[in-house]
């Protein structure tokens, strides 16, 4: 999916293109889905792809809310060399919006060992069951 900046700038609020766009960051314990323990999809909130299964998520007490796995083939990983250190950054597959990061070994009790540390504001909840 490509799209102008001003495209984007169109159909995303300017906090959603901030973070999303500009690979910005929501501050820790305001995202709408932090604490959010409904079943269902959340899905990219620029281009609407199904990214992460409400089975999936956990309580890290991170501040943003936490996957340990994406549903397969729905992102993509990169190297973030920002803030003078090595990060996983996680994008939307489809639209290559800034999600996040992933980060491993930190010793959560999940099949993964990994937390996708997630910006409510990259995300739009859709209800429902766990099926695609």
């Not at 159909?11 to 929501?26: A, D």
């Not at 995202?31 to 620029?46: F, I, L, M, N, P």
């Not at 890290?60 to 920002?82: Q, Y």
Request: aromatic share 10%.
């Amino acid at each position: 999916m490509s799209q102008s900046e001003e495209e984007w700038r169109a159909v995303l609020s300017p906090e959603q293109f901030r973070v999303l766009r500009e690979k910005g960051t929501e501050p820790p314990f305001t995202g709408e889905y932090d604490k959010h323990t409904e079943s269902g999809v959340y899905c990219c909130a620029g281009c609407n792809a199904p990214l992460y299964k409400s089975d999936t998520k956990f309580k890290s007490g991170c501040g943003w809310p936490a996957f340990f796995d994406a549903i397969p083939g729905a992102i993509e990983r990169h190297e973030d060399l920002s803030f003078g250190r090595t990060r996983i950054e996680i994008v939307c597959k489809a639209c290559g919006g800034h999600l996040g990061h992933v980060f491993k070994g930190e010793g959560f009790p999940t099949p993964t060992d990994e937390r996708h540390c997630v910006n409510s504001v990259s995300l739009k909840f859709q209800d429902g069951d766990n099926k695609l």
